[in-house]
């Protein structure tokens, strides 16, 4: 789908809301301008692209894990590899209308993660909470992934491929490379860090997903400016990522009740 429609809608030729050519990779010369910016071939633009939007895609696969039929969660990665995914992005990074506005995302914290998130929390609202996850009173329990281990193991998997999704995001052997994997350890780090603080101030002990969360929300919050700030900024950056992210689990659980 992102072959054939997307990464045309995305990065080709169009108008300020979405790209009208390049389909099926054909280029015309002048088809892919917004991606002029970098030399390497189409084909390594278009799979380093192809690999973002499969990531949109799975984000939401967490969100509705195990409560959706596999023929709806085929349907919905067409529709988002195909439209959704490339509308926004073309936005951005195609030099849509909010490009022309100034926005500036590297590497994908709003083009990417942010997409995702929003459809993620969509599906969560409209499944519905899973049976027992609220009592009468309308408290929740926690119902907590079966193996923490496997948790943390995948997410130090993610943190690694992090410094291939930021720091790829150069398109180039540059030295930027060294500035842009400082500041997304850095973020990532500290988010980790923060996280596990805010949760052990809150509910009195620690808690080890509550940490993994706060790398993630790190890395997603470092994604956008990793190449524009510095140490220090990628500092504060993690920390407010990792405190916010425990008080949104504790606002769409006990508040929004999603």
């Keep these: 789908a992102f072959w054939a429609i997307g990464f045309g809608v995305m990065f080709g030729v169009g108008n300020a809301f979405f790209g009208t050519s390049g389909f099926f ?13 970098t030399k390497v071939p189409l084909e390594c633009k278009y ?31 067409i529709v988002i590899s195909a439209v959704i995914y490339p509308v926004s992005g073309h936005w951005i990074w195609g030099g849509g209308w909010l490009a022309k506005l100034g926005m500036w995302d590297f590497a994908g914290s709003t083009v990417v993660h942010s997409v995702g998130g929003w459809m993620a929390l969509v599906g969560a609202l409209m499944l519905g909470p899973r049976f027992g996850k609220y009592n009468p009173d309308g408290s929740s329990n926690a119902i907590p992934g079966h193996s923490l281990p496997l948790a943390t193991l995948g997410v130090f998997i993610l943190w690694l491929g992090w410094f291939g999704f930021n ?56 994604t956008a400016p990793c190449a524009f ?18 008080l949104s689990v504790l606002f769409f659980d006990k508040v929004l009740g999603i």
């Excluded at 949109?56 to 990665?77: P, Q």
């Design 229 to 246: 700030v510095s140490a220090a900024s990628a500092f504060w950056i993690g920390l407010i990522a990792g405190v916010l992210v425990v």
């Design 25 to 37: 990779l054909h280029d015309a010369g002048g088809t892919f301008a917004s991606l002029d910016w």
């Design 47 to 77: 799979f380093f692209q192809l690999v973002f939007a499969a990531t949109a895609a799975t984000i939401v696969s967490g969100a509705m894990a195990e409560r959706t039929k596999f023929i709806a969660y085929i349907i919905y990665s």
């Design 167 to 222: 720091p790829g995001s150069t398109m180039a052997a540059v030295p930027s490379i060294a500035h842009i994997a400082m500041t997304t350890n850095m973020a990532a780090a500290v988010g980790a860090i923060a996280a596990m603080v805010t949760s052990w101030v809150m509910f009195k002990k620690s808690d080890i997903s509550m940490a993994l969360n706060g790398a993630l929300a790190g890395l997603v919050a470092i």
